[in-house]
C-alpha cells in the first residue's frame, strides 16, 4: 500500500524511493532477486543520500560495497607546505596492494595523498574494509588482505559485504531480526578482531587495549564461539564484579538471543559469586570473614602480644597482599614467600614477629567457623587440582587486569583444554588490584599476548587527550608490554574542554551550561554521564545537573538507567558504561589523588600504587565518552590535569 517509485537522475539507477507518508522516505536497492532497504529519513535528506552513493561490487576483492560517491562529496584538501618533505602516508604501498585492501577505484588518488591530518576524515568516506586496512597500515601494522571471490560469485555472499548487508532468506528469520532490539546489531567483529576470537592456541591467551577497542566485544565473542564450535561444551564468562557480570549479560543476550542452547551453556558471573557457588556445592555454605573482623582480629593480636611497631595500616594490607591473598597458612610458606610489589623490607627477626599476629588471626577465624574471600578461592582451587573434576571446558575473563591473586589461581584450574583460558584487559585501567606475577600462578602469555589497535568508542580529540595520562607503554610483573602507541580512533569530534574554576560554584554553573547546551543541540538525558572521584563530592554533580534543567539518576550496582536522566555516580562506576558526553567534575588537588588514600599509605610501594591507580581511575572515567568531554577542577587542581593539558 506504499507509494513505490524508481529514482531519476542517481549515479545508481537501482535506488528507489518509498513514500511512508508525506515526508518519510524509504530508499531500497531493487534488483531482479532482492529488495535492500538502506535508509530512512526526512524527504530530502532521503533524496541527498541516495543521490551520493552507489552499490558496487570491488572489482579486486568482489565483495559488494556501499560506496560513496567521489564528485559529490566536499573535497578534502590536505595543506602541505614545501619545507614539509614528510611522505604521505601510502607512498610505500602499491596502487594494486590498496585496491586489494577495498579501496574503492575513485577513491584511490585521495588515499594516495593523504597524510595523518587527512586520514581520520577520508576513512570516514571509505567502506569498512577499507578504512581500517587504512589505519593499519598507518599505525605500522600488516593486515592481511581480503578474500577474493570468483567473477561469477554473489558478491553479497563475501565477508566483508556480510558485515554491512544482512541477507534474509525467508519470513521467519526476518521476523526474528525484527524482533530483536537495534543493539544486537551494534555487537560486530572487524577482520583482526575475529582472528583473535576464532583461532586455536596451545595456552592461555590475553587480549589487551586502550579503552574503546573493542576488548568486551571479543570476549563475548570468544565465549559464543567456543560454545558454537564445542556442541558439548559449558562456557564460563566473568569478570571481577558483579555490576559488569550484568552489563555482559545483555550483551550476550543481544548476541546468542535467538540462540536457546548456546545461552544455557554459557554461565555469566562475577568471578566472587562463582566461587563461592562453588565452594558450597563442595564444602556447604561458606561464611566469609568481614573486612571490619579482620582488622579487629588483628588489632587484638597486637594487643595481646604488646607488638605495636607495625602500624595497623601495614599489617592490614601484609595480611591481604600477602598472608590471605597466597594462601599462607604456616611459618615456613610465609618464611620463603617472595613479597613481590611490598618495598617495606623486613629481615627473618621481624617475618617471625609478624607471623605470630597473622597466625593468632588464622586461628581466631578457624574458631568462629569463618573463612575469608581467598580462603574460599584457595580452598576450591586446591580441590579441584585433586580431584581433576573441572567444571568448566573454557573460561573468558573481561576486565582481567583487576582480577586478584585468589581469583586468578582458581581459575587457573578451572578449563579442561590447552586453550581453555582467554583473558581480555588493559593494564591502563586497574584500578583495584595490586600487579602480581600470572605466571606464578600457571598462567603463562608470553607469546599470546595481542594488541587490539583501532578504537571505534572514543573520538580521536578524546583519546588523544585522555592517552597523555598513561605511559606509551605498560608492562606487567612477567615481562609482558603493552604498548598504548599506534593506538586510532576511526571518527573525530570535539576537542575535549579542561575548566579549573575558582571555586565549586563558578565549577557548577559552567558545568551546568555545558550540560544545558548538550541537550539543546539534541544530545539525550541517557546518554550523558557527570562523575566525581569520591561520593562525598556528589552533591557538585548533582548540583550542576539541576543548573542544566536536568534530572539525574545516581548509579548503584545494578546500572539501571532511565532516558529521560542524566547518569551520575563516582568513577568506579564508569567501567563498562559508553556516553555521547561525559563531565568528570571535582577533578580538585585533593580529590584526585584522593587525600585520605594518601594518608592511609603504610608502605613506600603503596603510594605509588596510589597515583597509578587514581590516574587510571581519570582514564576510565574521561574514555567513557564518545563525542563530548568536559574535565573540571577547582583551583589549585589535581596535577593530572596538567598531564592531560600538556601539547595542547
Known sequence: GLRFHKLDRMKDPRFCSVSVNRDIRL???????????????HHDDAYTWASRRKIERHPKTGAAQLVEIRERVEEIV?????????????DGVADDDLLEYGVPEEWLADVRSADEDALLELTDHLPQEAAQALLDLATGGRPEKPVKTPAGADPFDHPDAQRRFRILTDVEELTRALEYPWEKWTIFLHPDQRSLVEREYSGPVRVSGSAGTGKTIVALHR???????????????TTFSTTLANALKIKIDRLAGDQSDLQSRIKIQAIRECGLELYQHAFGRANPASTQMIRALLAEAVEKMDERRFSE?????????????????????????????????????????????????????????????????????????????????????????????????????????????????DLGQRIFQQPFSWKAFG???????????INYRTSHQIR???????????????????KRNGTVSVFNGAEPVIRI???????????????????????????????????????????????????????????????????????????????????????????LPLEKRIRSVSDESDLEEVYNTERHLLYVACTRARDHLLVSGVDPASEFLDDMERNC
Open 464 to 482: 588523544k587527550q585522555a592517552d597523555r595520562l598513561l605511559p606509551s607503554s605498560m608492562a606487567d610483573v612477567d615481562g609482558n608490554i603493552e
Open 313 to 425: 595500616s601495614f599489617l592490614f594490607d601484609e595480611w591481604t597482599e600477602v598472608v590471605d591473598a597466597r594462601g599462607l597458612t604456616d611459618w615456613d610458606a610465609y618464611r620463603d614467600v617472595p613479597r613481590l610489589g611490598r618495598k617495606t623490607r623486613i629481615g627473618g627477626k621481624q617475618r617471625e614477629q609478624l607471623w605470630n599476629i597473622f597466625e593468632y588471626v588464622i586461628a581466631q577465624i578457624e574458631k568462629r567457623g569463618l573463612i575469608t574471600w581467598a580462603g574460599v578461592f584457595h580452598r576450591i582451587a586446591g580441590r579441584i587440582e585433586k580431584t581433576g573434576d573441572r567444571p568448566f571446558d573454557f573460561v573468558v575473563v573481561d576486565e582481567a587486569q583487576d582480577v586478584g591473586v585468589p581469583e586468578l589461581r582458581l581459575i587457573s584450574v578451572l578449563g579442561k583444554h590447552s586453550d581453555s583460558l582467554f583473558f581480555a584487559g
Open 27 to 41: 530508499i531500497v536497492h531493487k534488483t531482479e532477486s532482492s529488495l535492500m532497504l538502506c535508509f530512512v529519513g
Open 501 to 591: 574554576c575558582e571555586d565549586s560554584e563558578a565549577e557548577i554553573s559552567i558545568v551546568g551550561a555545558w550540560l544545558s547546551e548538550l541537550l539543546k543541540s539534541g544530545v539525550h538525558p541517557h546518554e550523558i554521564g557527570v562523575f566525581i572521584r569520591d561520593r562525598s563530592l556528589i552533591e557538585r554533580a548533582l548540583a550542576a545537573i539541576r543548573k542544566a534543567g536536568a534530572e539525574a539518576l545516581q548509579l548503584d550496582e545494578s546500572m539501571v538507567s532511565t532516558e529521560s536522566c542524566i547518569a551520575v555516580g563516582d568513577m568506579h562506576l564508569a567501567k563498562g558504561l559508553e556516553f555521547k558526553a561525559v563531565a568528570v567534575m571535582a577533578c580538585d588537588d585533593d580529590a
Open 78 to 90: 590536505v595543506h602541505r607546505s614545501i619545507q614539509d618533505s614528510r611522505p604521505a602516508l601510502f
Open 223 to 237: 565465549a559464543v564461539c567456543m560454545a558454537r564450535r564445542n556442541p558439548d561444551a559449558t562456557v564460563l564468562l
Open 443 to 453: 598462567v603463562d602469555i608470553r607469546g599470546r599476548s595481542f594488541t587490539l589497535k
